[in-house]
């Protein structure tokens, strides 16, 4: 209904309120009624019209509708009494609101017995029936439909639907009528809306009917309406229930499950929500079993249906103390839900604790609100607090069950989420703690590394490692344990003890890894004696650099191949035979040999930076050549490059570990090498050349040391090794080692003279005198070898 509707229908007498009570429109009925034509009162007061009884429409009940008997006056002078039906049309765009007034003037002919019009039985049915005729035209009503439009059936004869419904749905029935008068077809249409002004929404089933006459032709149509608001809010209910299921618990985030809880409930349930959980000072942390006032709360999650308003009262982050007397603390003591609202008196005792939040409620019509406990596996996390302030219904018992179903599957949700993160967070604190809090500073390489946990999954397993070795060498390593979690991290803290301990004896990549293979198959026969799913199992690469020889050797156990990024040229893929995953036991390992040059730079990586995304393993690997091609001139911006390039914005789906090295070479200045004889009479000689060579260095510091060192690790080869035998010393800015050569296999062992004993004290005194000693296999032989501290000053 519009100002700028028909006019000139005979049948209705329409006129058209302005919201100030001018009249703005004026039909033909109503000049044929009245007398008055539109240039009369059309711009003028409507009250002028008035000869006794309200002064005009009121608003009253929902606001949107008015009926009643108003004694107007005719334009000769004389009084018409009129029954008038009002209907408010709210603003559209530029169209202001306004009222529209119609009145029946042609009820049409009277009833006869013979009319197919006139049902038999219509007035006693139960069921809301109305008939209407070829114009459609309202010629009967039961007293049902009387109930069902919420105005006297008698008076509304000769409107049609949409004269007495007075909405674009009333509009809409019409329309279907106008369709089933039309082509015969009878035609069942569900239709939602108020009933007599209520504020429960209905929902009716429409049955429209062709009415016929004895000749088979349409006289009009038949309208029977059936309520099923019951069965429709509890479909309602279902369907939220259904997408709470779905909708909730996407993620293990304790804010997104959260917010995820407060978007299914607005609008399909409150205007409104609101979700606060104890603020217990983090995931780990287990909330108290009882609860008392003042209960501190974290908002986590705040949704409305009109953004923006009503204004929070609290930010998501923020943390506020509620005392007894408001809804979540009242809710969470009393470990039940509560519905508080204006119409029963009990909503602005809940709203006095806080003015301020009393203010916002007064100022956007907040009239129920109700607060509803979070709760799972019988821990208290939270309260959910849902508002209405648009829908004028206040909140139901069935409502309160709704909520509390929805509530219950959020808060499992959330729970899983809480407990996940508790979880996550230890297993990433195991993982940081048994990862190198640094890498340590060699001769070697220069090394920058980078580990990312998964921004979606657990903690995985995945490490990486820098080891200082005899003779100026490093050990580098990284490796990938399979599955998350704590269990993952804990293998992952074994493996990389167990590599470290293994690399400190020399053994060779080949031999390294198969010693770690040995273990990890007895760490899965440990966990199944134990009952623990799953098998262990693990992906490995481990390389040796010799800054001296500028050897490089790898061997590598399932795991990714190294990069190779050298000076002028192309990063490229270091060809390393695979060798199966460590934990298949009884497969061999290839070492791979290589010179590479001083300053090129190597990189190590696990399968959650080439595989992240949608990618597979080959572009991602090619993705990782092109970011260290881009430039590799500080390893730490190189390793931020990487990561930002191969990994997308939210993070990895896998733990990522980066490690990357650029290769130094110690200068053949720094090396001396004597071939010694095997002639024990020649050791005062050597111990001379010793004292000439730390004097070149300008080590001389260390002489006396060296030369107790050297004297017996030389005589010890000559007298229990076998030729030929080799004394090497290698220096830096920090260290000085001597190490001798044979190719005798046999190990030396440190051991405790007896009092009275000639011998067995020399490693002994080796021992003391240098930082660290020990010996190495080679393929010839054996190596002993002792590092001497240098002076800082020096």
């Known amino acids: 209904m519009s100002p700028d509707d028909p006019f000139d229908d005979a049948a209705t007498a329409r006129a058209v309120v302005a919201e ?95 009319d197919p019009l006139a049902v038999a039985g219509l007035m006693q049915s139960p069921c809301a029936v109305a008939v209407y005729d070829e114009r459609l035209r309202l010629r009967r009503m039961n007293d049902a439909m009387a109930t069902v439009a919420g105005l006297p059936g008698d008076r509304l004869r000769g409107l049609t639907p949409a004269e007495i419904g007075g909405t674009r749905q009333s509009e809409e029935i019409q329309q279907h009528l106008r369709e089933v008068l039309d082509t015969g077809r009878a035609k069942d249409v569900e239709a939602y809306g108020r009933a007599g002004g209520e504020p429960l929404a209905h929902a009716w089933l429409a049955r429209m009917a062709p009415v016929r006459d004895a000749e088979g032709r349409v006289r009009g149509v038949s309208l029977a309406v059936h309520d099923f608001t019951e069965h429709h809010l509890a479909r309602e209910r279902l369907q939220l229930v259904n997408e709470a299921s779905v909708r909730i618990g996407t993620t293990l985030d304790v804010t997104r499950t959260a917010q995820e809880l407060a978007d299914v409930c607005v609008p399909a349930l409150a205007d409104l929500v609101s ?115 648009r829908r004028p219904d206040p909140f139901t018992p069935d409502d309160m069950l709704l909520a ?92 990389r003890t167990a590599v470290r301990t293994l690399a400190d004896i020399d053994l060779a990549p080949d031999e390294l890894l198969t010693h770690l293979d040995d273990l990890v198959v007895r760490l899965s026969e440990e966990a199944g004696d134990q009952g623990s799913p799953g098998e262990v199992g ?60 001083e300053g090129s730079v190597l990189a190590f990586y696990t399968d959650g930076l080439i595989e992240a ?97 050297v004297s017996e690790l030389v005589t010890n080869a000559i007298r229990y090794g076998a030729q030929p035998i080799r004394l090497r010393l290698i220096h830096d800015a920090s260290t000085l080692i001597c190490e001798v050569s044979d190719t005798s296999h046999t190990a030396p062992h440190l051991r405790r003279a007896k009092t009275w004993d000639e011998g067995g004290r020399g490693l002994l005194l080796v021992a003391q005198l240098t930082q660290r000693w020990g010996s190495r296999h080679t393929a010839d032989g054996k190596t002993i070898w002792a590092e001497l501290a240098l002076l800082e000053e020096r």
């Open 20 to 114: 100030d009570g001018t009249l703005t429109g004026w039909s033909t009925g109503a000049h044929r009624l009245l007398g008055w034509t539109a240039d009369d009162v059309v711009g003028r007061p409507a009250t002028r019209l008035v000869s006794s009884g309200p002064s005009g429409p009121a608003r009253e009940g929902t606001g949107t509708r008015w009926s009643g008997t108003l004694e107007l006056r005719h334009r000769d002078g004389h009084t018409v009494p009129l029954w008038l039906l009002a209907h408010h049309v709210a603003a559209q765009g530029d169209r202001p609101g306004h009222w529209l007034l119609i009145a029946p003037l042609d009820p049409g002919p009277p009833d006869d017995p013979d």
């Open 613 to 709: 995304g949608e990618r597979d393993a080959d572009t991602g690997f090619r993705g990782l050549c092109d970011a260290l091609a881009g430039g590799a001139g500080l390893l730490e911006e190189a390793c931020d490059r990487i990561l930002h390039a191969l990994l997308p914005a939210g993070g990895a789906a896998d733990d990522v570990a980066l490690l990357l090295a650029r290769t130094q070479g110690l200068p053949a200045s720094q090396v001396a090498t004597w071939d010694i004889p095997a002639d024990p009479s020649l050791v005062a000689p050597i111990r001379k050349q010793v004292v000439e060579q730390l004097e070149t260095w300008q080590l001389l510091e260390a002489s006396f040391t060296a030369e107790l060192v």
């Open 275 to 389: 979700v606060d959980l104890l603020d217990v000072g983090g995931p780990s942390v287990e909330p108290p079993a009882a609860l008392t006032a003042p209960i501190a709360l974290r908002r986590v999650a705040h949704r409305s249906v009109t953004p923006g308003t009503p204004e929070a009262a609290a930010e998501p982050g923020d943390v506020q103390d509620y005392p007894l007397g408001s809804p979540q603390a009242d809710s969470l003591v009393q470990g039940r839900s509560i519905i508080a609202s204006a119409s029963a008196g009990t909503l602005q005792p809940w709203l006095a604790w806080d003015p301020e939040r009393s203010m916002r409620a007064k100022k956007h019509g907040v009239h129920t609100t109700m607060s509803v406990p979070i709760r799972a596996r019988g821990t208290t996390l939270g309260v959910a607090v849902l508002t209405r302030f």
């Open 404 to 495: 509390q179903e929805v509530t219950a599957r959020a808060a499992v949700c959330i729970d899983n989420a809480r407990r996940y993160s508790r979880e996550r967070d230890t297993a990433l604190a195991l993982q940081r703690s048994l990862l190198p809090p640094g890498l340590p500073r060699t001769a070697a390489v220069q090394a920058a590394s980078r580990y990312l946990p998964a921004a979606r999954s657990g903690v995985g397993g995945d490490w990486f490692d820098v080891i200082p070795l005899s003779g100026m060498r490093v050990a580098m390593v990284v490796g990938d344990v399979v599955g998350e979690g704590v269990q993952a991290s804990a293998t992952m803290g074994r493996l």
């Open 538 to 597: 693990a992906t490995c690469l481990y390389a040796v650099y010799d800054p001296v020889s500028r050897r490089f050797t790898v061997a590598r156990a399932g795991h990714a191949p190294p990069v190779l990024f050298p000076p002028g040229g192309r990063p490229h893929r270091v060809t390393v035979p695979a060798g199966p995953p460590l934990g298949v036991g009884g497969l061999p390992f290839e070492n791979t040999e290589l010179h590479v040059p």
